[in-house]
């Protein structure tokens, strides 16, 4: 239950644990899939490194996004539980927030700030968005032509 002793220590410690585990599987991956760049003898070493780089980058932003897909969906049990409860006490609720920026990408993080309600009040670590639980840095988005 939400309002057992410890309920919002487990679930602060599963998230980081899941989130440690994400780490180090996607920091493999990663390096795995950057092993696998194919070089061609014709293109010159600046070229070659720009490659490395603009793939690197767009793995750390595919990364990003598939970690806050993942982070959204072990949150939304716990959110739907919080709304329920601030719903029966006409507390907080969450209707609908969108997360934009200009020349990037929207996010829906309806579920994301209902995860941080308590007692009616939105109860946000200090930190910019983009490192908040269920967020990413949506103003390096991949343009739709460049996604897989």
């Known amino acids: 239950s939400i309002t057992s002793p410890g309920y919002h220590f487990k679930c602060m410690y599963m998230t980081f644990l899941s989130l440690l585990i994400d780490e180090a599987i996607g920091d493999f ?49 716990p959110a739907e539980m919080k709304r329920e409860v601030e719903e029966k006490k006409d507390g907080l609720v969450i209707l609908r927030v969108i997360y934009e920026v200009e020349g990037g990408d929207s996010l829906d993080v309806s579920n994301q700030l209902q995860f941080w309600i ?26 739709e032509s460049e996604e897989g």
């Open 118 to 143: 308590a007692n009616s009040r939105l109860a946000l670590p200090a930190t910019a968005f983009c490192n908040l639980l269920g967020f990413y840095d949506i103003r390096q988005t991949v343009p």
């Open 29 to 77: 991956v990663s390096e795995m899939t950057s092993s696998f760049i194919v070089e061609d003898d014709d293109d010159t070493k600046d070229n070659k490194d720009a490659l490395r780089r603009e793939e690197a980058h767009l793995a750390g932003m595919n990364k990003a996004r598939a970690d806050a897909q993942q982070q959204v969906a072990l949150m939304r049990g």
